[in-house]
């Protein structure tokens, strides 16, 4: 079974300061993973992904995750904060035997400025 | 593409009455996902299809919820008789069926129930 663990329901950082948003997961399988962002009343819109391949992947608005397979992570940073990064951040987990999205529980940033 | 299209934005109703969420995917898309939002439970999968058909129904709640795909363009979410309880967000989303493709989402329907 697949699960996602997001550490911290809220972060809160500074404009221009680095941000890291955390995520373990678990999956019995080789797992493709994922960041979406939410913000207020929208859908959610796809940041990055990882299937296979270089472990480094970068994403739209200068957010980029690594997946590191021997601590289940991947780890959501962003080198300097934006005022317009302030959204819901969503990890979720899928693999090749079950296609549907598993979700952890998000997290909230806020950006101050 | 328009993305996916879920209509209504927003619904209220009252209780016990029956409620009807409806979703357009991608053209070409074979997967259809629900989704449902809340603060207590975060973004729970409903279920989900494939070709039409559905694939794993164990997030459905309880007998109250359906769905249906009755083509590869239309996929409809009823609740009957509806409930306090069911006023969440609930997204409609799609993809291919490559391995690692990402789900699309649609805006979302929040049912508000009173």
């Known amino acids: 079974a697949q699960s996602v663990t997001q550490l911290g329901s809220h972060v809160s950082v500074s404009e221009g300061a680095l941000v890291l948003l955390r995520c373990n997961y678990s999956?019995?399988?080789?797992?493709?993973l994922f960041w979406y962002v939410q913000y207020p009343n929208q859908g959610l819109q796809l940041l990055l992904k990882?299937?296979?391949?270089?472990?480094l992947v970068k994403g739209i608005n200068g957010f980029e995750a690594e997946f590191k397979k021997s601590e289940t992570s991947f780890h959501l940073t962003k080198p300097s904060a934006h005022m317009s990064d302030a959204a819901e951040y969503f990890c979720?987990?899928?693999?090749?035997?079950?296609?549907?999205?598993?979700f952890g529980s998000g997290t909230r940033l806020q950006v101050q400025p | 593409d328009a993305g996916v299209i879920q209509s209504p934005r927003h619904e209220v109703t009252e209780m016990g009455q029956e409620v009807t969420l409806r979703c357009k995917p991608i053209?070409?898309?074979?997967?259809l996902f629900w989704y449902r939002q809340t603060m207590m439970r975060g973004l729970e999968l409903l279920i989900y299809?494939?070709?039409?058909?559905?694939?794993?129904d164990s997030g459905m709640p309880e007998d109250r919820f359906s769905a249906k795909m009755p083509n590869a363009s239309f996929s409809t979410l009823k609740i009957q008789p509806s409930e306090p309880r069911d006023s969440a967000v609930y997204f409609c989303?799609?993809?291919?069926?490559?391995?690692?493709?990402?789900?699309?989402f649609g805006q979302g329907t929040r049912l508000t129930v009173v």
């Open positions: 053209s070409g898309h074979d997967y």
């Open positions: 299809f494939n070709n039409n058909v559905p694939i794993d």
């Open positions: 979720a987990v899928s693999d090749t035997g079950r296609r549907a999205l598993t």
């Open positions: 990882y299937t296979t391949g270089a472990t």
């Open positions: 999956s019995s399988v080789p797992p493709y």
């Open positions: 989303a799609s993809s291919d069926g490559e391995g690692g493709t990402e789900a699309f």
